[in-house]
Structure formats: structure tokens, C-alpha cells
């Protein structure tokens, strides 16, 4: 027994020494009823991401909780007039071709935020800097040595200049903006779960009165 109470410590304190040794994650919050926010990470992700990475949970006809009528998803995001909204957001990107270009096949996103969390992702978009010993010229101390470039390094300069001051306002809000929609995407159905969750534990709470009522008659020739 002494030996099982040895072997928790010892997993307790490297777990706690691990956590200390991690790259300290910033804060984001995200607003997942936020409709425009989703649709501008939706335009970035169409931009700079699905050359690479698809996201095989992610249907077409989901875009549409966001506000985006069909006609609008077949011109703007898949531009095929003939996408079936059953269909999801595919990379045109070779397997094969990326393993042998990157040395790694790129991740589907459709369940980023889940397997890794909306402040880790927002910080790893933020934590791209200019490495000349990297074969790409970019590292980022999440994943060191990875094989993406920092693909939105134009955008970020772009934004920087607009920005008043050294705060990078607009550059942490247009990321902000890809990690809404990630976290969309790794579950569409979220908003629409909550509201259903709710109206269910109103209908309990509305049916708890009748069943009291109920109980009350019948135990109260027992009671007596």
C-alpha cells in the first residue's frame, strides 16, 4: 500500500513540474455567438490554411449557422457552384506530396481547439519568430523545429503598421478572429446544444410541479 502512495506522489510532482516547465499560454476569450467573428476566421482560413490542412468534421452546410446562405458557400468558399453541402472543407493538398515537401503530413484542424485549447493556439499564431538556422526561416517555441512557416508573417507586418503603438492590437484581434472559428468548427453544433440544454432543464423544472403535486396526493393517506 506504502508503494501506491510512493508512485501517486512521484506522478503528482512531475505532473506539477511539467506544468511549470510549459510556455506560459496567453488569454483569449472567445465569444462563440459571435457570427462575424466566425465568418472573418472562415475568410482566413479559406486564405492561408486549406491549401494545407482540411477539416474532414467540418460540413459545408454547418457554415450556415454562421449566417452564410448556400449560394454564398459555393461561391466564396469552395467556389463550386456544384459543392454539395453534405461535403467538408478539403485541402487540395496531395498526402503523399505534403510528406514528401514537409516531412510531415499537415494535422486536420477540425478538432484543433479541442485536442489543444483556444489559449494554446491563440498563443502558438502569436509565437511565430525569424529563426535563419530553421529550413524555412520560422520557429515557434510551442513546437520547436516545426515544418510550418509562419504563413501569415505578411498579414502580421501588414497589421503592425495600422496598430497604434507597439500593442499589435489588430494583428491579436485578426488571429483571434482564425481561433473563433476553429473553435466553431470543433464543434458547430455548441450554441445550438446550450439553448436545447436549457430549454430541457426549464421543461424538468416545469414538470417537477405536476409530479409534486402528484406524489403529495398520493402519500397523503399514507402520511395520516
Not at 98 to 106: E, L, N, R, W
Not at 155 to 177: A, C, P, Q, R, T
Request: with cysteine; aromatic share 12%; proline share 4%.
Amino acid at each position: 500500500m506504502k508503494k501506491i502512495y510512493i508512485c501517486i506522489i512521484l506522478l503528482v510532482s512531475s505532473f506539477s513540474v511539467c506544468a511549470k516547465s510549459e510556455y506560459k499560454l496567453m488569454d483569449v476569450d472567445i465569444d462563440y455567438t459571435d457570427t462575424l467573428s466566425i465568418q472573418r476566421g472562415l475568410g482566413t482560413y479559406i486564405n492561408y490554411c486549406i491549401a494545407c490542412h482540411s477539416m474532414k468534421e467540418v460540413t459545408l452546410g454547418s457554415l450556415q449557422k454562421v449566417g452564410l446562405t448556400e449560394s454564398q458557400i459555393k461561391d466564396f468558399v469552395v467556389f463550386n457552384k456544384d459543392a454539395k453541402m453534405t461535403e467538408y472543407l478539403k485541402s487540395s493538398l496531395d498526402p503523399q506530396a505534403a510528406k514528401a515537401g514537409f516531412g510531415i503530413v499537415p494535422p486536420d484542424l477540425s478538432l484543433s481547439v479541442r485536442s489543444r485549447g483556444e489559449d494554446w493556439l491563440y498563443t502558438y499564431f502569436l509565437s511565430f519568430y525569424e529563426d535563419s538556422q530553421s529550413s524555412h526561416g520560422w520557429n515557434n517555441p510551442l513546437i520547436p523545429g516545426l515544418a510550418m512557416p509562419h504563413v501569415l508573417a505578411n498579414i502580421e507586418n501588414e497589421l503592425k503598421k495600422v496598430s497604434v503603438g507597439n500593442n499589435n492590437i489588430e494583428y491579436n484581434n485578426y488571429i483571434k478572429d482564425l481561433v473563433t472559428f476553429l473553435a466553431f468548427a470543433s464543434e458547430p453544433n455548441r450554441v445550438d446544444r446550450k439553448i436545447i440544454g436549457l430549454y430541457v432543464v426549464l421543461f424538468l423544472i416545469f414538470l417537477l410541479i405536476p409530479f409534486t403535486l402528484l406524489k403529495n396526493e398520493f402519500w397523503k393517506d399514507i402520511k395520516k
